[in-house]
């Protein structure tokens, strides 16, 4: 049974940073890439990056560069995206989901609102 | 301002087919796979197509998706009240070199 659970809610000042995670199931976590994107309120989808968990390579998309980091730990099998410098505008849910390496986004978590405010 | 274009909102009565347009350019939807998704309120968004016309398993045949050149359409046959979602398009943009989405279509059934 393929599972994406994520952290839960945080709550953040302006200029922090905040660490999400994402424990897949174990053949997820091996067998495939792990994407992060995300939705600020009333707005579309953003993909923020992804990893290729098992090899721990990741990339991610050019706005983000510098301030996001993907990374996985194989001991749990969880993924982990941090972004810094956080600003009012980085208020969104962010969501993990299973990449089939197509770009297609399968199975996503659940979600995790991070809010910032002063 | 989204990469991919999608009108804002569609409609149609129960029972009825609705068609839904994604369009790109040749960085992204004209020389890659094209995915669509539908989001529910409140819930996390779910695979509907794949690989341009492809259905995830547990996916109904009442959704289908089409490629032509750089643009995309999915469509929705006996349409359900259930189906009332944001549906979106996504794909990969080989010059960006990231996952792009459209902004997005509500689909209200009247």
């Known amino acids: 049974q393929v599972q994406l659970v994520q952290s839960g809610a945080e709550a953040k000042k302006p200029g922090s940073s905040v660490k999400v995670s994402c424990k897949a199931s174990?053949?997820?976590?091996?067998?495939?890439?792990i994407s992060w994107v995300r939705q600020a309120p009333g707005q579309g989808l953003e993909w923020m990056g992804r990893?290729?968990?098992?090899?721990?390579?990741?990339s991610s998309a050019q706005r983000f560069q510098g301030r996001v980091t993907i990374t996985a730990d194989k001991s749990t099998f969880t993924s982990y995206m941090e972004l810094s410098g956080l600003r009012f505008e980085d208020t969104a849910i962010y969501y993990c989901?299973?990449?089939?390496?197509?770009?297609?986004?399968?199975?996503w978590g659940q979600g995790t609102l991070v809010s910032v405010s002063s | 301002q989204s990469v991919l274009t999608q009108p804002p909102s569609a409609s149609a009565a129960p029972g009825q087919k609705v068609t839904i347009s994604c369009s790109g350019s040749?960085?992204?939807?004209?020389?890659?796979?094209v995915s669509w998704y539908q989001q529910l309120p409140g819930a996390a968004p779910k695979l509907l197509i794949y690989?341009?016309?492809l259905r995830p398993s547990g996916i109904p045949d009442r959704f289908s998706g089409s490629k032509s050149g750089t643009s995309a359409t999915l469509g929705i046959t006996g349409l359900q009240t259930g189906d009332e979602a944001d549906y979106y398009c996504?794909?990969?943009?080989?010059?960006?070199?990231?996952?792009?989405f459209g902004g997005g279509t509500k689909l209200t059934v009247l």
């Open positions: 174990e053949d997820t976590f091996r067998d495939y890439t």
């Open positions: 690989d341009n016309n």
């Open positions: 040749s960085s992204n939807i004209g020389n890659n796979y």
């Open positions: 996504g794909t990969w943009d080989s010059s960006l070199t990231e996952v792009v």
């Open positions: 989901a299973r990449d089939l390496d197509n770009y297609s986004l399968d199975y």
């Open positions: 990893i290729i968990p098992m090899l721990g390579i990741a």
